[in-house]
């Protein structure tokens, strides 16, 4: 992506409202409200986000948050990106991670951002997006942790785009990966301690 070295302030500050606002969409606890489920914050871990829908039991569900979740991310992105700029599009995706951990309408209390942030890996970087989709997917697979697999994909992503020579994505990817290894604290945690559950075990 032909990213520009010039972005004026309005530009910028569309870039950072649109994506807020697209990503404080909460859509797992629309999704399990809309189900019938009660409010999600209220099982297992009280995350927003798919694999806390995945403890319900229903994995439609669970597969429906992750593809809304990581959608809103690349949505965000590729709207801002038509609108303004590619530029404006990528500081539109990260901002869009950051309404999704941080959602105005659930008092700033909302997800850890992994889905939403491999969506705009996936649409400001596919190359980028598509290594870290299959090393999540990989690495889930052997250790069946999903917050191993989510920490280990994004801490690469950024060494990715670098290597594809996109300095721009790298710099936003590094950014996106420290704030979720941030919202991961508990979870590395429950690593080291050899308690974190499992892919599909209900918790509490």
């Known amino acids: 992506m032909p990213w520009s070295s010039e972005l004026s302030s309005v530009s910028a500050g569309i870039a950072i409202a649109v994506g807020y606002l697209i990503g404080s969409i909460p859509f797992g606890l629309l999704l399990t409200k809309a189900a019938g489920l009660g409010d999600i914050r ?20 669970a597969a429906a948050t992750l593809l809304l979740d990581g959608g809103k ?32 309408w659930l008092r700033f209390k909302g997800g850890k951002g992994v889905a939403t942030t491999l969506g705009v890996m996936l ?3 596919p190359m980028a997006g598509v290594l870290s989709c299959v090393t999540w997917l990989a690495t889930a697979a052997i ?14 992503d950024p060494v990715f785009a670098w290597l594809l020579g996109d300095q721009p994505a790298a710099y936003a990817f590094a950014f996106l990966a420290v704030l979720v290894w941030i919202r991961h604290h508990a979870n590395i945690r429950r690593l080291l301690r050899g308690e974190e559950p499992k892919i599909g075990a209900k918790k509490g």
């Open 143 to 156: 250790f069946r942790f999903s917050s191993l697999a989510a920490l280990v994909a994004l801490a690469l």
């Open 42 to 61: 209220s099982i297992g871990s009280g995350n927003i986000g798919a694999t806390n829908v995945l403890r319900t039991g229903k994995k439609g569900l």
């Open 73 to 104: 991310g690349a949505f965000a992105v590729l709207l801002v990106a038509v609108m303004v700029s590619p530029l404006a599009g990528l500081i539109a995706g990260v901002f869009s991670v950051i309404g999704h951990n941080f959602p105005i």
């Open 123 to 125: 649409a400001a970087l």
